[in-house]
């Protein structure tokens, strides 16, 4: 391979790393088209990969330290101040979860049974959010928490109730 060979290679790995980031399906390259420098520009054709999926159920956390505890807070609707609330859905539902740093530090939200778990949020009023589908599981109680360690001791933990349709 010859240094430009080289630097169309690694643009066109780059390009396509992004892309799959992105959630867009890509078009497989032959390698032989990428050692030929003669044919580029490449052209690529993009494609969503999946329709967004619109949430059937959302809730709102914020974070907050009270009397030696970390907790999440609800907001709004039925859980409004209710510490640790229970978040109520249903199989099949989509959930969307809105986690509010509410006192500087940093946390997440995690349901280890759905894989679901926000990015970190680290400042006062940052925040971060999942979205997932409430299936594979049963009908049962199960446990959401802040993955940061020692929070989940110190009381940052509640229950997701899944309930048949």
Avoid at 19 to 28: D, M, N, V
Avoid at 48 to 74: C, H, M, N, W
Wanted: hydrophobic residues 40%; proline residues 6%.
């Amino acid at each position: 391979m010859n240094k430009y060979s080289t630097i169309w290679l690694f643009f066109v790995v780059l390009i396509f790393s992004t892309l799959a980031l992105a959630g867009c399906e890509t078009k497989q390259v032959d390698a032989e088209q990428v050692d030929a420098p003669d044919s580029f520009p490449l052209s690529v054709t993009l494609t969503p990969s999946a329709a967004p999926v619109q949430p059937s159920v959302e809730f709102t956390l914020q974070t907050a330290v009270k009397d030696g505890r970390i907790l999440y807070i609800g907001v709004g609707g039925s859980i409004d101040g209710v510490v640790n609330p229970d978040l109520q859905v249903k199989v099949g539902e989509v959930v969307r979860v809105l986690l509010v740093d509410g006192d500087g530090m940093q946390h997440d939200f995690f349901v280890p049974d759905f894989n679901a778990q926000t990015p970190y949020v680290m400042g006062k009023g940052d925040q971060a959010e999942v979205v997932f589908e409430v299936k594979g599981r049963s009908a049962g109680v199960y446990a959401y928490y802040c993955t940061v360690p020692g929070h989940r001791q110190a009381g940052q933990e509640g229950k997701l109730i899944v309930s048949e349709p």
